[in-house]
């Protein structure tokens, strides 16, 4: 977190002096002693959220060639004569915990062309796909365990 609170400084100041750094690394020191001393922050969720940012960093890789393997998917599906679009809408249970990652799945299924999440309550969503075929595996797709392993990391 102090790196962090190091590195926003140095860009809201726009440029890198050796003062400007100084300074910088007090009032970073004084901001993480700040958090740690009266908010109940720990050092050791530093580890945890370096952890979790590179698997993020991971997830949104992984979602960007998702993303571009579903628009072939899709430009097959309705410029191809011979194919048929089935549309589906599909009801399936996740193991997510948090908040965050079951938004972050619903957001992620939103994003991949040809599907679009209707309804998240709980743990429970509701998807329409453009065809039957992209609704296959949708309850136990990578983003389900990517999120899943992003959860487990202590």
């Given at each position: 977190?102090?790196?962090?609170?190091f590195?926003?400084?140095?860009?809201?100041?726009?440029?890198?002096?050796?003062?400007?750094?100084?300074f910088?690394?007090?009032?970073?020191?004084?901001i993480?002693?700040?958090?740690?001393?009266?908010?109940?922050?720990?050092?050791?969720?530093?580890?945890?959220?370096?952890?979790?940012?590179?698997?993020?960093?991971?997830?949104?890789?992984?979602?960007?060639?998702e993303?571009?393997k579903?628009?072939?998917?899709?430009?097959?599906?309705?410029?191809?004569?011979?194919?048929?679009l089935?549309?589906?809408?599909?009801?399936?249970?996740?193991?997510?915990?948090?908040?965050?990652?079951?938004?972050?799945?619903?957001?992620?299924?939103?994003?991949?062309?040809?599907?679009?999440?209707?309804?998240?309550?709980?743990?429970?969503?509701?998807?329409h796909?453009?065809?039957?075929?992209?609704?296959?595996?949708?309850?136990?797709?990578?983003?389900?365990?990517?999120?899943?392993?992003i959860?487990?990391?202590?």
């Amino acid at each position: 977190m102090f790196v962090i609170f190091f590195l926003i400084w140095i860009i809201f100041n726009g440029q890198f002096t050796l003062e400007i750094a100084l300074f910088g690394l007090v009032i970073s020191g004084a901001i993480y002693w700040f958090i740690c001393k009266f908010l109940g922050y720990k050092p050791a969720n530093d580890i945890i959220l370096c952890k979790r940012f590179f698997l993020m960093l991971h997830y949104v890789f992984v979602l960007l060639i998702e993303i571009l393997k579903a628009n072939g998917a899709v430009f097959k599906m309705i410029y191809s004569e011979k194919y048929c679009l089935e549309p589906a809408v599909v009801h399936f249970k996740t193991t997510l915990h948090t908040t965050f990652a079951r938004v972050l799945l619903a957001n992620s299924i939103t994003l991949t062309p040809g599907t679009i999440t209707v309804s998240l309550k709980d743990d429970e969503y509701v998807v329409h796909c453009l065809d039957k075929e992209l609704a296959q595996g949708i309850d136990s797709s990578i983003f389900v365990k990517l999120l899943e392993r992003i959860e487990n990391v202590k």
